[in-house]
C-alpha cells in the first residue's frame, strides 16, 4: 500500500464524516499501544488538537507504566487535553455481583467500563468516540462487544494489523510504541497474539487469501499450517456476531 495516499484518504475520510454531522470533537480511548496511538494521531491531523481529547484509562496493578507513560507523552508532544481515570474502583462493583462473574466475564467488563467512560465523555462534550481496532481484529471478532468495539467511526477498520504498522512507522510514530508487544492488558501477562495463537505476519497473510477467497489448498502451499487456517475461519464464523447489528425478529 502507499502509505502517503493511504494518510490522506484517512484524513479526508474522517474529515468528511465530521462535517456531514456538523461534529468537531473527537475522544480516543489512550492505552500507550500502536492502535489507539495510531488513530490519535491521525484524529489530530484531520481534526486539530484542540478538537482531539483523550482518556488514559488505566487498570492500576495490570496496566503498565510504561503505556501510561507513552499514552501521557503523546498528548503533551501533541498538545492534547487528556483525562486520566483508572478504571480500579469502577470495577469493583461489577467483581462482587451475585453470580460470581468469571474470568472472560471480569475482563470484558473492564472493556465495556472504559466505552462507558468514552461515552459519557463523548455525551458531555458533544464529541464522537473514535474507535481503535483494525481490520484483523474486526474480522477475527478479536474485542470485547460493546467495549473495545463499541465506536461512532472506526479509523482503522480498514487496515490490518501489518498495515497499522506501516503506516505507524510512516508517521513517525515513536519507535517504543511501534516495538512493543500488541496487548489489550485486561489482565496479567496478556498478549494478543498468544490469545490468537499465531502471530500477526501470519494471522494477516490467511485472512487477505481468504478474502480474495482463495482455496485451502493454494493456502496451505504457501506457507500456511491447514489448522491454523481452520481455527482462522472458525474464529471468523463464530464471532460474525461483533461485526453486525443485534437481529431483529420479525413479526
Do not use: C
Amino acid at each position: 500500500m502507499n502509505m502517503e495516499k493511504v494518510h490522506k484518504k484517512l484524513i479526508k475520510g474522517l474529515r468528511d464524516y465530521f462535517q456531514k454531522y456538523d461534529l468537531r470533537k473527537a475522544v480516543v480511548g489512550l492505552s500507550g499501544g500502536i492502535d489507539s496511538a495510531l488513530t490519535f494521531k491521525l484524529a489530530v491531523d484531520a481534526l486539530g488538537s484542540a478538537n482531539v481529547f483523550a482518556l488514559i484509562l488505566p487498570e492500576l496493578g495490570i496496566t503498565k507504566d510504561e503505556n501510561i507513560k507513552h499514552a501521557k507523552a503523546l498528548t503533551d508532544f501533541f498538545k492534547v487535553k487528556s483525562y486520566y481515570q483508572p478504571i480500579n474502583a469502577l470495577s469493583v462493583d461489577f467483581n462482587i455481583a451475585p453470580w460470581k462473574p468469571n474470568r472472560l466475564a471480569q475482563m470484558n467488563t473492564k472493556a465495556r467500563i472504559r466505552a462507558a467512560l468514552l461515552y459519557s465523555f463523548a455525551n458531555s462534550n458533544n464529541a464522537l468516540v473514535l474507535g481503535t481496532s483494525n481490520k484483523s481484529e474486526i474480522l477475527l471478532g478479536y474485542g470485547t462487544k460493546y467495549g473495545d468495539l463499541a465506536a461512532d467511526i472506526e479509523v482503522l477498520g480498514n487496515l490490518y494489523k501489518t498495515e497499522v504498522y506501516a503506516l505507524a512507522e510512516y508517521l513517525h510514530l515513536p519507535d517504543e510504541i511501534i516495538q512493543k508487544m500488541p496487548t489489550a492488558e485486561l489482565e496479567e501477562g496478556q498478549t494478543d497474539e498468544n490469545d490468537l495463537g499465531a502471530n500477526y505476519r501470519a494471522l494477516d497473510g490467511i485472512l487477505q487469501m481468504l478474502e480474495e477467497k482463495t482455496r485451502m489448498p493454494i493456502i496451505v502451499k504457501a506457507g500456511y499450517p491447514e489448522a491454523m487456517v481452520k481455527k482462522v475461519q472458525k474464529m471468523i464464523t463464530k464471532n460474525q456476531h461483533k461485526r453486525e447489528m443485534p437481529p431483529v425478529l420479525e413479526v
